[in-house]
């Protein structure tokens, strides 16, 4: 089993999928993305013509919701049955659907237990594991927890500096929509009592990913050290 656990929340635009990819890589540890599957589980309710808003036909879908992930952080796939849905749950479709799924109870605990599931089977030395409620639900007692943010500002601009102008205008617009309807379900703006704040609006991606490994390494000392 797993010894180590990084658990990182954080908002839209964080780096939070990018930086723990990243440190998962130079730890040599396993990495799972939980937004990914609500994204797949986003995907195959829309793929199944079900009305995302309608609670009740969403949690019917559950039993039927084939989803597998590999936790390797190099080539990252994301499996709906036969289907490598790794690029489609990017599409604005499946994001424009994905906080009304979210916000039903049965979906976040019938996820979470796939996750604890996944974090339990891992066989590397460490797993991060990143979303919205990591730190406070999914994994509470994992020893290294951090929240990553940066001003809105800062995280519109990386979110746009992927996209054409004309998207990133309205990418931006979208994006605040959704943090604020996801907000609403779980508190991913501010820290639990114990998670560590690390505030990356400042720092390039390098620094932090570094900002981040010295969390953890801090934590293994004093593990080691007693
Ligand atoms: O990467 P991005 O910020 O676009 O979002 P994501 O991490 O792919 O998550 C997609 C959506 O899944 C979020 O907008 C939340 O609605 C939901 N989510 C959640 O509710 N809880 C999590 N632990 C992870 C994601
Ligand atoms: O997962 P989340 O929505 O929190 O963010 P992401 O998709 O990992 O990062 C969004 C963009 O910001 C990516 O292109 C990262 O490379 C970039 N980034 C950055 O420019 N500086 C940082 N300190 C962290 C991320």
Known sequence: MTELVL?????????????????????????LDTGAAY???????????????????????????????GTDPDGYHVFVG?????TAIREPEVT????????????????TGLFRDIVRHSEKPGIVVEGRDITTVVCPDAPV???????????????????????AAHV???????????ARVVDFMNAAEGVTTLDSTDLDFDQTVDAVLA????????????
């Open 172 to 182: 931006g617009e979208a994006l605040r929509r959704r943090d604020a309807a996801d």
């Open 82 to 86: 036969e289907h490598d849905v790794t």
């Open 145 to 167: 927890r951090i929240l990553l943010t940066a001003d809105e500002a800062v995280r519109m601009a990386r979110r746009a500096a992927e996209l054409t102008e004309h998207s």
């Open 215 to 226: 969390v953890v390494q801090n934590v293994v000392q004093k593990e080691t050290h007693g």
């Open 7 to 31: 658990a990182m929340d954080g908002p839209a635009g964080s780096g939070k999928s990018s930086v723990s990819k990243a440190a998962a890589r130079r730890l040599g540890w396993a990495y």
């Open 96 to 111: 424009a659907v994905v906080s009304a799924i979210a916000r039903v109870p049965e979906v976040r605990t019938f996820l």
């Open 39 to 69: 994204r797949a589980l986003g995907w195959y309710v829309v793929q199944r013509g079900v009305d995302p808003t309608d609670a009740a036909a969403v949690i019917d879908s559950l039993p039927d919701f084939d989803y597998r992930v």
